[in-house]
């Protein structure tokens, strides 16, 4: 199921009907937010749909499937402050009054998770660096366990490693970041790449 959450944010929460009918007393599953790519997929998308349906069966899980604005349209940092403002709707059941009722009585906010494919990864990095650095109040009730960051899209100016072994492909990697952030099209921007002047290192990354 689908819903506007706040502004053009979107969150779909997929589950299996099955379960409520056949769990008479109240069963807490894990929470998972998950996010995907910058530009060409929404969480309708038939691999990230079946995905996380399967991942919700398989894993007994509660999945939130975040459909934040794309560029080129809106262009970054518009998807990560979409994804924190999903973040923060999450947040807002943890005590059990949320809007969404299926969060409210079936989610464990002792057992949250956040993940991510591609650059839905390096949203997660981001937004966990600024829960990190902020005030949010994450309350007593709700306990983020782990990161799961699939194939992240991290990149800089300099190649490492095997990225400099397909010029061609290094080139049409070192246009994309340009394309969803003009406001600052350096592909050492510290959100893209945590290694830059500015960006976390290694001793942060990930937490």
Same mark, same amino acid.
């Given at each position: ?5 706040? +502004? ?9 009907v099955?379960w ?13 937010e998950?996010? +995907? ?5 929404t969480?309708?998308?038939?691999n990230?749909h079946?995905?996380?349906?399967a ?5 007994q899980v ?6 934040y604005?794309?560029? %080129?349209?809106?262009?970054?940092p518009?998807?990560y ?14 005590n ?6 299926w969060?409210?009585?079936y989610? !464990?906010?002792? +057992? ?8 839905g ?12 650095? *902020?005030e949010? !109040? ?15 899209y991290f990149?800089? *100016? !300099? %190649?490492?490693? *095997?990225?400099?072994?397909d010029?061609?492909r290094?080139?049409?990697?070192d246009?994309?970041?340009p394309?969803?952030?003009p ?5 050492d921007? %510290? ?7 500015g960006?976390?290192?290694?001793n942060g990354?990930?937490?």
């Open positions: 199921m689908g819903k506007i959450i706040e +502004r053009r944010v979107g969150i779909e929460i997929p589950f299996k099955g409520l009918s056949s769990n008479r007393a109240k069963v807490e599953w894990p929470l998972v998950f996010t +995907r790519g910058f530009v060409v997929s969480p309708s998308s038939p990230y079946n995905f996380l349906n991942l919700v069966a398989e894993s509660i999945a939130v499937s975040v459909h604005r794309r560029p %080129p349209e809106h262009p970054l518009i998807a402050e979409d994804s924190w403002a999903a973040l923060q709707w999450v947040i807002s059941h943890s059990g009054d949320g809007p969404e009722e969060l409210n009585n989610a !464990d906010f002792g +057992r949250v998770f956040l993940s991510g494919e591609s650059a990864a390096n949203i997660v990095h981001n937004l966990v660096i600024a829960i990190g650095n *902020s949010l !109040d994450l309350g007593l009730n709700l306990n983020i366990l782990g990161v799961a960051l699939v194939h992240p990149w800089g *100016s !300099d %190649p490492i490693g *095997s990225e400099g072994v010029p061609e290094k080139a049409s990697v246009r994309l970041w394309f969803v952030c406001s600052n099209p350096d592909n921007d %510290p959100r893209v790449n945590p290694l830059a002047e960006g976390t290192g290694l990354f990930g937490v």
